[in-house]
T-cell receptor
Framework: NAGVTQTPKFQVLKTGQSMTLQCAQD?????MYWYRQDPGMGLRLIYY???????DKGEVPNGYNVSRLNKREFSLRLESAAPSQTSVYFC??????????????FGEGSRLTVL | GQSLEQPSEVTAVEGAIVQMNCTYQ??????LSWYQQHDGGAPTFLSY????GLEETGRFSSFLSRSDSYGYLLLQELQMKDSASYFC????????????FGIGTKLQVIP
């Protein structure tokens, strides 16, 4: 039972390059999230998806796009990477049944450096 | 919008009890969660309060007062492995799937 799987785990980009972070969950969860974490800043919400086919902006969406490909997969794309996007990115999912509504399940994180 | 406040750092002695507070402001409210994160790791879920009162899970307890927009996480019988960052997070009713995190409290447990 893999839970939430993110790829790649590490990536180095040059300014202006593009890339996509992939996320997949096998828990049949409706909601999925992308966060970034910078030192001293906690976890900041980039985008989230309440269900397949819907996406919404979080606190820091500028410079990112997302796709909810199906119920399992939620990808994050950087179209033109900037050094300010150097961060650790976490994908998470959440069930909506009464026993799981309060819990986010996180992937291991993707560490991105933009030079 | 939403905002959450947590103390940035707390130091406590092994075997003791520590309380970490969280105050929040949201446009609506569904529940308050707590997560633990060790350096270099991913956040892991500890507890969730949707209603006022205390929830207990082993050495960890979490409290919520919705009227005060306040909650805390209580750790008992502290162990060295409890040294980590602890985040509170709110699920709000304005776009009710949205989950917003505080900046976290870094707990250092000393011998």
């Amino acid at each position: 039972n893999a839970g939430v799987t993110q790829t790649p785990k590490f990536q180095v980009l040059k300014t202006g390059q593009s890339m996509t972070l992939q996320c997949a969950q096998d828990m049949n969860h409706n909601s999925m999230y992308w966060y970034r974490q910078d030192p001293g800043m906690g976890l900041r919400l980039i985008y989230y998806s309440a269900s397949e086919g819907t996406t919404d902006k979080g606190e820091v969406p500028n410079g990112y796009n997302v796709s909810r490909l199906n119920k399992r997969e939620f990808s994050l794309r950087l179209e033109s990477a900037a050094p300010s996007q150097t961060s650790v990115y976490f994908c998470a999912s959440r069930g909506t049944t009464s026993g799981t509504a309060g819990e986010l399940f996180f992937g291991e994180g993707s560490r991105l450096t933009v030079l | 919008g939403q905002s959450l406040e947590q103390p940035s750092e707390v130091t406590a002695v092994e075997g003791a009890i520590v309380q970490m507070n969280c105050t929040y402001q949201t446009s609506g409210f569904y529940g308050l969660s707590w997560y633990q994160q060790h350096d270099g790791g991913a956040p892991t879920f500890l507890s969730y309060n949707a209603l006022d009162g205390l929830e207990e899970t082993g050495r960890f307890s979490s409290f919520l007062s919705r009227s005060d927009s306040y909650g805390y996480l209580l750790l008992q019988e502290l162990q060295m492995k409890d040294s980590a960052s602890y985040f509170c997070a709110v699920r709000d009713s304005g776009g009710y799937q949205k989950v917003t995190f505080g900046i976290g409290t870094k707990l250092q447990v000393i011998p």
